[in-house]
Each structure stands twice: as C-alpha cells, then as structure tokens.
C-alpha cells in the first residue's frame, strides 16, 4: 500500500497524483476549496472522504480544518492544510496497514479529538456555570452566546461525522472489506455518545442561560425594592420641608424659637415609625420580624 500525503493542496504534486490514480476533477477541486462538505463519495475504484478536525481556540471559539481522503484499494492520498499531527502516528504505519485500515484508523483518530474536544467543552461549561452561581457580571451572557454557538458547530460536525461512518460500511464498495465492518460501527456508536454528550451539555447551557437572567431579574428587583424603601423612608423630611418652605406668609406662631426643634422632633418620630412599621411587616432587607409574628404556624401548629 502507497501513502501519499499532501500538505498544500495548491501545490502541482496533487494533480499528478490525480492523473496516476484517475481521481475525478469534482475531488480534486474539493481538496483546494476552503470551508467544504464533510462527506463521503465512491469514485472509479476509489472512495473520497471529506473530513473535519477541530480544535478548541481562545475564547472557545472553534478552528476548523479539512482533511480529504482518498482511498483505493492499494493507495491513500491524504491532503490537508499545514501540519496535521493526528497523521503523524499513523504515517509511521503505513507499511503495515491496508488502506481501509488506514480509512478506520484515520476515522478513529477523529472521533478521539472529538472526544477530547467534548471534554474541554464540558470543563468551559462547568467554569460558566460557577461564574453564574457566584457573582453573574454582564460579560456572562456574551460567553454564553459564544459557547452555544461552539456547541451547535461542534454537534453539526460530529453529526455528519457520524453519517460518513455510517456511510462508508453501506456505500457500494470494494476496498472495504467486511472485517473493517465491525470497527467502523465502533466509531459510529463512539461518534453517537459524543452527539449524547454535546446534547447533555447543550441542555446544561440552557439552564445556565434560565439561572442567569433568573439571577439578573432577583437583582434588578431588589435593587428597585431598596430604591422604593430609601424614597418611602426620606417622605416625611421631604413633606415637612416643602410645606414649610413655600414662599408664602406663615401664622405667627411658625415663627417661635421652639418651632424648629418641634419639626424636627416630629420629622424623626414620622420617619422612626415608619421603620418601624415597613420592619414590623418585612419589608425590610433581612426581616426576620414576620416570622417571629407567626412561630406556631412556622412549626405546623393550630393557632389558638
């Protein structure tokens, strides 16, 4: 089995290969063109695999890169953009695999990043999930849209990924044989656990997404709560002082010595009580006040 791997899918070495192996013009310019299918086709004595490999960025945002395959029965061409470490393993194998070996191995190793991919996924989503239990800033919510988008690119990857296993143990071939079969349907259900995890983590970010704005509305009400308290508690002074200091001509008696210390006296006692009261009545911030009120149905008993 030759093994031909090509790094720069630009370059003249792939169309002499293409008139070697008679590869269809349609792959080839597959091959060369960016942000393709994945996806798998039987060409004339050769199937042609469209593959994605992803990786995990700053920010959680996803890379995304090509790999095409093309497998016959005594040759594999590979061809990709710059280094693809997920070969290297592989391309020290090559003289003792057949090539379906090498479309399994290959598949296998894909679905392996995609696992490791998963897990660092879940990891970014338990870390958001500890920054909305603690202390939710606005930023949070800009992640959230960002991971969601990462998960629904990765599921979509890994779903096709999945049909191309399905795919490359029915499509009408001769190159893979029948013992391959129960190893492609390994990275099928391998494949179909990950769609389960993704799901799972998918489910996860919703609830987040809920606790966030559940989080943001408890905050916005406490805070028009505390603004509510401060306005009904400052009433009384602001009543007093504007009834007195209209610019009009007061009864003589507002002009004794003592009418200042008895206005105020009374502005206290009015705002005192109504601290009271709004405590009495747990309106306060931390009230315990209308639970001492009501122990014996506090603790299931009648009352008397």
Known sequence: MIWHDVSDPRQPELDELAA??????LHIE??????????????????????KLLSLEAEDRLAVSDLALFVGKDFVITVHSGPAPLLEP?????????????????????AESYLALAEK???????LESQVMDLPRPDVLEHIGRLRSTILHFRRV???????????RHVPNTIV????????????????????????ERDRLATILDVYLSTVANRTTE???????LSTVALPALVVTSLFGMNIEYPSWTRSPAMFTGV??????????????LKRNDYLPGGTTAEERRPDRARGHPRK
């Open 121 to 127: 996924l879940e990891d970014a989503v338990e870390a």
């Open 264 to 277: 105020f006296v009374l502005t206290v006692a009015i705002t005192l009580f109504l601290l009271w009261y």
């Open 177 to 200: 044989t029948p013992n391959l079969s129960p190893f492609l349907r390994d990275t099928h259900d391998d494949l179909a656990v990950i769609l389960d995890l993704i799901a799972g």
């Open 90 to 110: 592989l391309l020290g194998m090559r003289n003792e695999l057949r090539s379906d070996e090498v479309l399994y191995r290959v598949l296998d190793a894909v």
């Open 223 to 229: 805070a028009i709560r505390t603004l509510t308290l």
């Open 158 to 168: 890994v779903n096709v990924t999945r049909h191309i296993a399905f795919q490359a």
């Open 20 to 25: 070697t192996y008679s590869l269809h013009p």
């Open 30 to 51: 597959d091959c060369r063109q960016t942000g393709r299918r994945a996806k798998v086709e039987a060409g004339d004595g050769y199937l042609f695999v469209s593959l």
